[in-house]
């Protein structure tokens, strides 16, 4: 929401939120081209899909703002995607020297409600070679928080459910359906300081119910002893 803000697009979370839901909903159903997609590149297509929701259902001021820049509203698009996609590239710099180090250990997989690019950006971010298994909704045709998204990751993996940990952000898609199977979860809070509660509140588990661990940030799994 901050690179909304600073672009000057003042935006609600759950203004963000339904553009957000729009457009994965409309890059899940898009066709082939996605699939060639790298981060920056897939980053743009979603902020354009959020753009075009917001120009059509966001709040009055924000129609209006965006009204008002014209044509400029392509290239306001393009600086909130490369803000995004600078982001994302320090996260993943930052996610690859922590699961190379667990890699000596560990087998490791991703799980992803993804748009059929996820080895592409994989790849990208130099993580593929660090993984044994990558599963990408889009190709499976199944979405988390569907149980079976995880159980084709564990047949790859091949190891006894009890001996495999799910790390996700979501105690929704990922931390309740991994210990419906038997898996170990998870919780990668990481700044959701409210997001237990709210998850309570819509109906959604609380931590304390499918999370065997919370963390907030991926370098605390290195001090696990499993």
């Not at 672009?7 to 939120?17: F, H, I, P, W, Y």
């Not at 709040?59 to 703002?65: R, Y």
Request: hydrophobic share 40%.
């Amino acid at each position: 929401m901050r690179h909304y803000h600073a672009a000057g697009v003042q935006l609600s979370r759950t203004e963000l939120d339904a553009a957000y839901s729009h457009a994965t909903d409309t890059a899940y159903r898009a066709g082939d081209e996605v699939h060639g997609h790298g981060m920056h590149q897939l980053l743009r297509l979603l902020v354009a899909h959020q753009f075009d929701h917001l120009h059509r259902h966001g709040p009055d001021a924000v129609k209006e703002h965006l009204v008002r820049l014209g044509e400029e509203r392509h290239r306001l698009a393009e600086r909130i995607a490369a803000d995004f996609a600078a982001e994302s590239a320090e996260g993943l710099a930052r996610s690859r020297m922590v699961l190379k180090e667990l890699s000596r250990d560990f087998k490791l997989g991703v799980v992803s409600n993804f748009y059929g690019n996820l080895q592409v950006v994989l790849f990208e971010a130099g993580l593929r070679e660090l993984i044994q298994v990558a599963i990408d909704s889009k190709h499976l045709r199944v979405f988390k928080p569907d149980e079976r998204i995880f159980a084709a990751a564990l047949k790859v993996l091949d190891l006894p459910h009890n001996q495999v940990a799910m790390v996700g952000d979501s105690l929704d898609k990922d931390c309740a359906p991994a210990r419906k199977l038997g898996m170990r979860s998870v919780w990668l809070r990481a700044g959701q300081d409210g997001a237990a509660q709210a998850s309570a509140r819509s109906g959604g588990p609380q931590a304390s119910a499918v999370a065997d661990h919370t963390i907030e940030t991926l370098d605390q799994l290195k001090d696990f002893r499993w």
